[in-house]
């Protein structure tokens, strides 16, 4: 079973950077696709990148071109660089887990992974 901690979270102004991590203990990290999810207050919690374990990457259109995401297997911890931030990107961040069964396929939806961690806040002013 798959543990995860979210990290990095902070309050920050419009056009700052972070760089959230998701540090990950458990079974074979190497393995897993890992995916960043967002969820605003009053708002269902939406997709923003996930990575595979080969190291493709997918992007929500709305994030694309700003964030990156990475991950360090040595390390077990996949980390999502947010930059350019916008007030509307205010939200809870969270880190999902799930066994990765296919090379080109990208998991975003909520219900595709298993494990997830508690969250780390987000909060851009403008």
């Known amino acids: 079973q798959a543990q995860l901690v979210e990290s990095g979270g902070g309050l920050v102004q419009a056009g700052d950077s972070l760089r959230l991590s998701c540090a990950t203990s458990?079974?074979?990290?190497?393995?897993?696709?890992i995916g960043w999810f967002r969820q605003a207050p009053g708002k269902e919690r939406e997709f923003v990148a996930t990575?595979?374990?080969?190291?493709?990457?997918y992007y929500a259109d709305s994030v694309r071109g700003r964030f990156t995401i990475s991950r360090d297997n040595a390390k077990n911890t996949v980390y999502l660089q947010v930059n350019s931030l916008k007030p509307e990107d205010t939200a809870v961040y969270y880190c999902g887990a799930r066994a990765g069964y296919s090379d080109i396929y990208y998991y975003t939806a909520r219900s595709d992974y298993g494990y997830w961690g508690q969250g780390t806040q987000v909060t851009v002013s403008s």
């Open positions: 458990g079974r074979t990290f190497s393995g897993y696709d």
């Open positions: 990575i595979k374990g080969n190291g493709r990457t």
